[in-house]
Antibody
Framework: EVQLVESGGGLVKPGGSLRLSCAAS????????MNWVRQAPGKGLEWVSS????????YYADSVKGRFTISRDNAKNSLYLQMNSLRAEDTAVYYC???????????????WGQGTLVTVSS | QSVLTQPPSVSAAPGQKVTISCSGS????????VSWYQQLPGTAPKLLIY???KRPSGIPDRFSGSKSGTSATLGITGLQTGDEADYYC?????????????FGGGTKLTVL
């Protein structure tokens, strides 16, 4: 069974940093692209970033480009999101999602974690 | 404002059928597969339809998807109260040099 468990969320001040992690199990992690998708309170889904299976292709939404960095460690079956220069509008539940593919672009989000809440507030 | 346009809400009675539209452009729906996600209240999203019209294992055939040109449609027949949820369409958009994934704004389904 595919399992994705996010961690690292919490309360942070504007301008601060936070690192999210996603521990994956139940599948061959190194074969699949991975993604971060967020959802602000009471709002819709917003794609944040994607990384291909071997980290060759990395994509960011314009809203986070230059502030967030996605990475993965295939030896540890883990996905990360380093978030810097955080703003109030980054407040959201952040979901880790496994792609159906492993290479270029995003095919679709086949499996989702339960999410971790990030709150940016002074 | 989302790149993909969905109606904010739809409603129908139990047992009835409902459709949810998702409108885009040639840079997204027109040239890429569409997937649909169901988000029950207080839970994480779940894949409902992929590659326009395919259902993952475990998804009942009451749920169907279709695509024509730059629009896609999710259909749900035999509505049940347990279908009350938010539904999102999504696809890859290649209008930017690097590409990006885009979601619709979401549609809230109410089963009256």
């Amino acid at each position: 069974e595919v399992q994705l468990v996010e961690s690292g969320g919490g309360l942070v001040k504007p301008g601060g940093s936070l690192r999210l992690s996603c521990a994956a199990s139940g599948f061959t992690f190194s074969s699949y692209s991975m993604n971060w998708v967020r959802q602000a309170p009471g709002k819709g889904l917003e794609w944040v970033s994607s990384i291909s299976s071997s980290s060759s292709y990395i994509y960011y939404a314009d809203s986070v480009k230059g502030r967030f960095t996605i990475s993965r460690d295939n030896a540890k079956n883990s996905l990360y999101l380093q978030m810097n220069s955080l703003r109030a509008e980054d407040t959201a539940v952040y979901y880790c999602a496994r792609d159906a593919g492993g290479w270029y672009g995003v095919e679709y989000f086949q499996h989702w974690g339960q999410g971790t809440l990030v709150t940016v507030s002074s | 404002q989302s790149v993909l346009t969905q109606p904010p809400s739809v409603s129908a009675a139990p047992g009835q059928k409902v459709t949810i539209s998702c409108s885009g452009s040639s840079s997204n729906i027109g040239n890429n597969y569409v997937s649909w996600y169901q988000q029950l209240p207080g839970t994480a999203p779940k894949l409902l339809i992929y590659e326009n019209n395919k259902r993952p294992s475990g998804i009942p055939d009451r749920f169907s998807g279709s695509k024509s040109g730059t629009s896609a449609t999710l259909g749900i027949t035999g509505l049940q109260t347990g279908d009350e949820a938010d539904y999102y369409c999504g696809t890859w958009d290649s209008s930017l040099s690097a590409g990006e994934w885009v979601f619709g704004g979401g549609t809230k389904l109410t089963v009256l």
